[in-house]
């Protein structure tokens, strides 16, 4: 059988790469597609892709001409919401004149065809994959759109697979969410014929628009054991340096969209910088992590013990280098929880309920006093022992391994599913 995978950025060659992996294993071929940035080609995970027997891995511009991928790139501009926040309403309603919306339409159904050929000429059968992309994304839902419905019109199924998972159990978690009714964001979603979620929690935001029957739950492929393991046979040597001397804790940023305390984030930096015994790793945010405040702030940068990186640096790398994670509702927190690393789940930094604290109430942190005495703990005693096993558990069963720890055969099995004959 037969797939096509579009990947856009880091989060999506994150989590939809388990899947490719598997899909191959099980002796079926694919295409995978990079619209993101030209640097993706050299991810240790797409490089592991492209060595794989019935993987053919090509970059947007190399299936394109020099023309098409112009015009694509300035009709995504044109859709761009932060750019037409930031031009002249006068320019705006000239490129809305100059490309409209029945232009951009033809030029769409255009390059979906040129790429849906490649995959599947003469009429063969397979599957079409993207991440969880919304209406609100930078990518224009347009050519999304256009795909799916030119992909289903030849007779193709569409599934939209997960870049990520739900690090909050709360709803309103972004700075301008004010109330509590469905994301209208993920409405979107409703033009695939299934849509994948790795467990209830991220199910809810698509339940208010798409029929109950096209979601599947089927567990984390990102965080599943059978990846971390192979995960850990494909990392890079690590750039990190140990000291076996130091309490190696890691923090990891979120975007400025969430409503994070940013200044109090700062003072917790200052008080871990404050312990000798103490190395701090500040991870900036895969995407839009220059527009942090943290990433403005230099006095923080000076601090001897504390270390700055940026995107570019693996989180598996860092969650290997680490003795504790810090959480302000991130994530990659799932995958230090699996490797039984301590989580201090800080929800006091952000306006919402963090998902591991949610489950494993012994992570959370209501207070400076708390992170300061937690710290002072594992410098003096260690960090072994630090979960109720039955509260941990609880939170895989939930949350990553749903229904149970065999993850990525059910990804393939319903990929398959989707192939009609």
Same mark, same amino acid.
């Given at each position: 059988?037969?797939?096509l995978?579009?990947l856009?950025?880091?989060n999506?060659i994150d989590?939809?790469t /388990?899947?490719?992996?598997k899909?191959?294993?099980q ?9 993101g940035?030209?640097q993706?080609?050299?991810?240790? %995970? #797409?490089v592991?892709l492209?060595?794989?027997d019935g $993987? ?11 023309m098409?991928i112009f015009?694509? %790139?300035l ?5 761009d %919401?932060n750019f037409?926040?930031a031009?002249? @309403?006068a ?9 409209d919306?029945?232009k951009r339409?033809k030029?769409?159904?255009?390059i @979906?065809?040129?790429i849906l050929?490649?995959s599947?000429?003469?009429?063969a059968?397979?599957?079409? @994959?993207?991440d969880?992309i919304s209406?609100?994304? $930078?990518? /224009?839902i347009?050519? #999304? ?6 992909a289903q019109g ?7 697979l997960p870049?990520?998972?739900? /690090? ?5 978690v972004? &700075?301008e969410?004010?109330k509590?009714v469905?994301?209208?964001k993920?409405?979107?979603a409703?033009m695939?014929?299934?849509? &994948?979620?790795p467990n209830?929690?991220?199910a809810k935001r698509?339940?208010?628009f798409?029929d109950?029957s096209?979601?599947?739950v089927l567990?984390?492929p990102?965080?599943?054991d059978?990846w971390l393991?192979k995960?850990?046979s494909?990392l890079?040597e690590s750039p ?5 001397g ?5 923090l990891f940023?979120?975007k ?6 940013w200044d109090e984030?700062?003072? $917790?930096?200052?008080l871990l910088?404050a312990?000798p015994n103490?190395?701090?790793?500040v991870?900036?945010?895969t %995407?839009g992590?220059?527009?942090? /405040?943290?990433?403005r702030n230099?006095?923080l ?8 990186v940026a ?5 598996a790398?860092?969650?290997?280098w680490a003795d504790v $994670?810090v959480d302000?509702?991130t994530?990659?927190?799932?995958? @230090?929880?699996k490797?039984?690393?301590p ?10 309920i ?7 109430p012994e ?9 300061y005495s937690k ?5 003096n005693n260690?960090c072994d022992?630090f979960y109720?096993?039955e509260?941990?558990?609880q939170?895989?069963?939930n949350?990553v ?5 065999d ?9 398959e599913?989707?192939?009609t004959?």
């Open positions: 059988m037969k797939a995978f579009f856009r950025h880091y999506d989590h939809i /388990p899947v490719v992996h899909w191959v294993e002796g079926h071929t694919c295409d995978v597609v990079l619209m940035d030209a993706f080609r050299e991810d240790f %995970r #797409v592991y492209a060595t794989l $993987v053919n891995v090509a970059r947007i511009d190399e299936i394109l001409s020099r098409q015009r694509m %790139r009709q995504k501009l044109v859709l %919401r037409r926040s031009m002249p @309403a320019l705006i309603r000239m490129c809305d004149r100059v490309l919306t029945g339409a030029f769409w159904k255009k @979906a065809h040129l050929e490649r599947f000429a003469g009429g059968h397979g599957v079409v @994959a993207f969880w209406s609100n994304s $930078v990518f /224009p347009e050519f #999304v759109q256009m795909v799916v419905a030119t030849m007779g193709l199924k569409a599934v939209s870049h990520g998972d739900s /690090p909050h159990a709360n709803h309103l972004r &700075v969410e004010l509590l469905p994301h209208t993920f409405a979107a409703s695939f014929d299934r849509i &994948v979620v209830e929690l991220c698509f339940r208010p798409a109950s096209s979601i599947a567990g984390s990102r965080y599943c059978e393991e995960l850990n494909l890079p990190l340096e140990e000291d076996a130091k309490l190696k804790i890691v940023l979120r400025s969209v969430f409503s994070i305390f984030v700062g003072r $917790v930096i200052q910088a312990f103490v190395q701090l790793i991870k900036a945010h %995407r992590g220059w527009r942090q /405040p943290l990433s230099r006095a940068r000076k601090l001897e013990n504390v270390t700055f995107a570019d640096v693996h989180s790398h860092l969650l290997a $994670v302000i509702a994530s990659v927190a799932f995958e @230090a929880v490797l039984n690393k989580v201090l789940a800080a929800d006091y930094l952000h306006a919402g963090s998902t591991v604290g949610r489950y494993i992570c959370i942190l209501h207070c400076r006093d708390d992170i710290v002072e703990s594992f410098i260690g022992n109720v096993e509260h941990r558990q939170f895989l069963d949350i391994d749903v229904p149970d720890a993850v990525l055969p059910r990804y393939v099995d319903l990929l599913s989707q192939v004959t």
